[in-house]
């Protein structure tokens, strides 16, 4: 019997307000078209970015929105697949997605109105939204979005896809060799550029000059310092964007971060996104600002398991790793009442999730043991490399000072993000201390960082049986907990990365902020906010 699966045009409809949608917000939603509610925050004092629009009578036109993020500024943005590190937070005021995902794992038409997918014949139809043109005035097209698509493809950001195939200048037909439940989802990976813009200017021109469908275009990029966007004034949304502009600010010290986000004037910002549980306490306490927090996953510790040269090899030193670090003396220490200790991968409304009996504990004298069968009585040294702008230095510290006292000595090294990125891809010899992003499909996780053919953690071994219970995973119809927990119990079973503490991206807003939706749709375009 022939599978199709649908999207409804009445969830299509009610969704579309968010993001990627009509102009006119549903300010009385009815029960069949109820907006997703919006994402949960801190305590009841702070209020979220995102949810239900406001009237359009309130809100205001024009202004320039100010935002902090971990981004450096320091790589060309034009090519949304090529952007794999925290510089992809400022593409999405320029490029869009086929679909946009919720951070709940829901998926809203945005560049595609609507699909259907076909298990029987493999394919997937999509249903491209009319009249949207890129900056450069070409059109959106069945055959351009399939281009994007199978770029992305390349990139091994969409798994799966084989080829495309067009049916009018609108509908565009992906086909896939093999049945997987997250082929869907995979099509919100990244934003679409002009084909007409790329083919014409080449690939090194085109790295420079982001060509989308987004609400805002680039006015200027100074690396290092600042990314200005202005209102694209042919966007397909009528009505949008409120905002005259938008500016990235870069800028990594936590006290001018403070400062700025509690000054006025032009040294002032609106929005300051970062992973600092202090900052986070401190910006709470004044009670000056809207704070939505996102819990995300947790920082932790990943050996260069892959070099089996390397004592980090040996799954006894790994396990001496995690026995030797107290997670709860972190979090005392720089928890600040939002961390939590990291016992496992994902979190704990995860389906992923496994039994409190896999969580991991602290005990140094076992930690001692172990090296002692490992064959290191005297321990070892290593290095320590710790991502920047997401994992805390003090706690980098921290743990050197925990593992040193169970006889591993390690330096202590804090490239850029530059640096880290290469790294990543490139390999390293010691241990990353680095955030494990979750997603809200546990798959994508575990795919995104560990699948052999991505360029993320290259000098972490796989652990056997891995490709067999990743396929198992992909299999089933939806999303099942049963075969990704088998996923997340390998991982951990084989410790390929040491949970620490669990991570948060917070984003402290100034009440004159409306409706970003930061922390409820990934890739947030902004096309939505205003200022009051």
Not at 103 to 120: F, H, Y
Not at 229 to 240: A, L, M, S
Not at 489 to 504: A, F, V
Request: aromatic residues 8%.
């Amino acid at each position: 019997m022939k599978k199709v699966l649908s999207v409804a045009v009445v969830f299509i409809l009610a969704l579309s307000l968010f993001a990627c949608g009509t102009s006119t917000p549903n300010t009385e939603p009815s029960a069949d078209t109820a907006p997703p509610s919006p994402p949960s925050v801190a305590d009841d004092s702070t209020s979220p970015s995102g949810g239900e629009p406001a009237p359009s009578s309130e809100i205001q036109y024009g202004g320039i929105l100010k935002v902090v993020n971990s981004a450096e500024g320091s790589a060309p943005l034009g090519i949304p697949w090529a952007q794999a590190t925290l510089e992809q937070l400022l593409l999405a005021p320029f490029f869009e997605e086929l679909i946009k995902t919720t951070t709940k794992g829901e998926m809203l038409p945005c560049l595609a109105e609507s699909w259907n997918l076909d298990m029987d014949n493999n394919e997937i139809v999509v249903n491209i939204r009319p009249n949207v043109t890129f900056f450069d005035g070409s059109a959106l097209t069945a055959d351009v979005a399939g281009w994007n698509v199978m770029k992305q493809v390349e990139a091994h950001l969409v798994q799966h896809i084989t080829s495309y195939e067009t049916r009018g200048d609108l509908v565009l037909v992906l086909k896939y060799d093999t049945w997987s439940n997250d082929v869907l989802s995979s099509l919100g990976a990244c934003g679409l550029c002009s084909k007409e813009s790329f083919e014409k200017n080449g690939e090194e021109w085109a790295a420079e000059n982001p060509i989308g469908t987004g609400p805002f275009m680039l006015k200027e990029y100074i690396h290092g310092q600042h990314l200005l966007c202005e209102k694209n004034p042919n966007y397909w949304q009528e009505g949008k964007p409120y905002l005259d502009g938008v500016q990235y600010v870069f800028m990594r010290d936590a006290m001018t971060q403070n400062m700025a986000i509690q000054a006025a004037g032009d040294d002032s910002i609106d929005v300051l996104n970062i992973n600092s549980a202090e900052q986070v306490s401190m910006l709470k306490a004044t009670g000056l600002f809207n704070i939505t927090i996102l819990h995300t996953g947790p920082v932790s510790l990943t050996p260069s398991s892959m070099d089996t040269e390397s004592p980090l090899s040996n799954l006894k030193v790994r396990q001496a790793i995690s026995y030797a670090v107290d997670r709860e003396a972190i979090v005392a220490a720089r928890g600040f009442g939002i961390c939590t200790p990291g016992t496992q991968l994902v979190s704990s409304e995860s389906m992923a999730r496994l039994p409190d009996e896999y969580n991991l504990t602290y005990d140094p004298d076992k930690a001692r043991e172990l090296l002692v069968e490992a064959g290191y009585p005297d321990g070892f040294h290593t290095t320590l490399y710790t991502q920047p702008g997401v994992a805390d230095k003090e706690v980098t510290v921290a743990v050197q000072q925990m593992l040193e006292a169970v006889g591993i000595t390690t330096d202590l090294e804090f490239p850029d993000a530059g640096g880290y990125s290469s790294l990543r891809a490139g390999g390293w010899d010691g241990i990353t201390v680095n955030g494990l992003r979750q997603f809200a499909i546990p798959y994508k996780t575990f795919y995104l960082y560990f699948d052999p053919a991505q360029t993320f953690m290259v000098s972490a071994a796989r652990p056997d049986g891995w490709t067999e219970v990743m396929e198992a995973a992909l299999k089933t119809e939806e999303p099942e907990a049963g075969p990704l927990q088998d996923c997340h119990k390998l991982l951990l079973e084989n410790l390929i990365t040491i949970p620490l503490y669990n991570m948060s991206d917070n984003w402290i807003m100034k009440q004159s902020v409306h409706d970003t939706y930061y922390g409820y749709i990934e890739h947030a375009s902004l096309a939505d906010a205003w200022m009051g």
